[in-house]
């Protein structure tokens, strides 16, 4: 086996939709991220592996899987690329600069199948099966709008709809390729004209919107697998933390496995949570074939009914690539394992903030674990702190 690659490109599922030979750059927090966050690909390297460091002048450094950067790279065999995300324009951005480096990569396969899969409309597909061979969930799966010359009357409709018949007070629009929150919008109901006018623009722009009932959300989980040679292999339960307005990631509860499955098989059922996951591979198995390799998850989230039960949401989202649960589930190995238990942290804030915040837990190593190391220009920082139970 090839050694490999590490690239973390967050957020590029955007540029999916955009047609063949069309350029693509990410926004600038998510170049942000990229800067401060490459350093956590170290938690998914073994020996033989390389991570990829990009700078802020476009060019990039090469680190070996402790960390420790390469200032000969003449010696490096050909290397699997294996980014976050896979994404045609990136992999050429990258194989092109490799190049350059004196690198040799083999690239991956980008199918149809996987772009089909990367397609938000998955979710709502996987809840359609679900609805057959696992529970009935077909009243949770997003209702869609397309770009049509109707799509302000179809619109007007199913949220009446929504309104009358359900009740509804709020509803949560999503574009179709997104990530980490972004493109996740809440509504109250009914909307203001004008704020139908920017949903139907919106729609045009991103090539159609998902339409839900906003639920009283209690926790959020992940089941995450790794697809390899046609077969979707369960990995681990993920228990994290979004923010309440933007639903963007802020954390995990590292755990082991064994009291993460017991934690949520207490409201869902032991024997249906088993049959919840054998009935996420055997989806993902029918619609991925032998077309990917590499890190799936479908986020989840415990609710509240309107009798006040807890209840599942067994398929919020399906992530086609490595997500921050899979980098939890590692660090947990890397740090915690096998019986102890912490919090995996991302943070967003300036950089005297995160200074001021490593500075504090410097003296304290047996409880704090840092990820990433920020610099005055940073805006992302990732840490671990673990009990001292340990």
Request: aromatic share 10%.
């Amino acid at each position: 086996m090839s050694g490999r690659l590490f690239v973390f490109d967050p957020g590029h599922e955007e540029a999916l939709r955009l047609p063949q030979g069309q350029s693509y750059t990410p926004p600038k927090e998510v170049r942000r991220m990229m800067l401060d966050l490459s350093p956590l690909m170290r938690l998914l390297a073994s020996t033989d592996d390389y991570i990829w460091l990009p700078s802020a002048d476009g060019s990039a450094q090469i680190a070996t899987h402790e960390g420790v950067l390469l200032e000969d790279l003449s010696a490096l065999p050909p290397l699997l690329l294996t980014p976050w995300a896979l994404e045609p324009r990136f992999i050429e951005q990258v194989r092109r600069q490799a190049t350059s480096l004196g690198i040799r990569l083999i690239t991956p396969e980008v199918s149809s199948a996987y772009l089909t899969l990367s397609h938000r409309r998955s979710a709502t597909d996987l809840l359609e099966y679900l609805d057959k061979h696992w529970a009935r969930v077909e009243e949770l799966a997003p209702r869609w709008i397309m770009p049509t010359g109707e799509t302000e009357r179809a619109l007007r409709e199913l949220l009446e709809g929504f309104r009358l018949r359900q009740g509804l007070r709020e509803v949560i629009v999503k574009r179709p390729y997104t990530s980490s929150g972004r493109g996740v919008m809440a509504y109250d109901l009914p909307l203001s004209d004008e704020k139908i006018s920017s949903l139907v623009a919106a729609c045009a722009r991103a090539g159609g919107l998902s339409v839900e009932p906003r639920l009283r959300l209690v926790q959020d989980w992940a089941a995450e697998y790794y697809y390899t040679e046609g077969e979707a292999r369960y990995i681990g339960l993920s228990k994290f933390a979004t923010t309440a307005t933007t639903g963007a990631y802020t954390g995990n509860e590292l755990q082991s496995e064994q009291a993460l499955w017991a934690e949520l098989s207490a409201i869902v059922g032991e024997a249906e949570l088993e049959a919840l996951v054998h009935a996420h591979q055997d989806f993902l198995i029918v619609r991925l074939g032998r077309g990917y390799e590499g890190y799936i998850g479908i986020d989840m989230f415990v609710y509240l009914d309107d009798a006040g039960r807890q209840k599942l949401h067994p398929a919020v989202e399906i992530n086609v690539r490595c997500t921050m649960g899979v980098l939890a589930l590692m660090a947990y190995e890397h740090h915690l394992a096998p019986n102890g238990s912490g919090t995996y942290q991302l943070i967003y804030g300036k950089p005297p903030t995160m200074r001021q915040l490593y500075q504090e837990h410097l003296a304290q190593r047996d409880v704090f674990v840092p990820l990433t190391f920020p610099s005055e220009q940073s805006a992302f920082y990732a840490y671990i702190t673990r009990s001292n139970t340990r």
